[in-house]
């Protein structure tokens, strides 16, 4: 089992930034994919950055240019950093892990972190 705690969720004004964090503990050895998804309310989950254990990146194309993904192995932690926010990227964001980046939204979750974009 992994156990994934997201954290850094908030509301800030469009053009602003937020960092998002995730921590993960257990049975961690299992992870090679970690990534975020949001959730809007009335839309569908969206993938929004994934990162594999090599590193390797992949962004939706509504976020490519204003965020960033990275993780620190040390902590086991994943960050997701938000640059130049939108109304349009309020949502409640969550992490995911998974052996694959395929089978993330299988894989464990957090609970989630509400961002929320003032216009």
């Known amino acids: 089992q992994v156990q994934l705690v997201e954290s850094g969720g908030g509301l800030v004004q469009a053009g602003g930034s937020l960092r998002l964090s995730c921590a993960a503990s257990?049975?961690?050895?299992?992870?090679?994919?970690m990534g975020w998804y949001r959730q809007a309310p009335g839309k569908q989950r969206e993938l929004v950055a994934t990162?594999?254990?090599?590193?390797?990146?992949n962004y939706a194309d509504s976020v490519k240019g204003r965020f960033t993904i990275s993780r620190d192995n040390a902590k086991k932690t994943i960050y997701l950093q938000m640059n130049s926010l939108k109304p349009e990227d309020t949502a409640v964001y969550y992490c995911a892990a998974a052996p694959t980046t395929t089978r993330l939204d299988r894989g464990s979750w957090g609970q989630g972190t509400q961002v929320t974009v003032s216009s």
């Open positions: 257990g049975s961690i050895f299992s992870i090679n994919a």
């Open positions: 990162i594999t254990s090599g590193g390797s990146t």
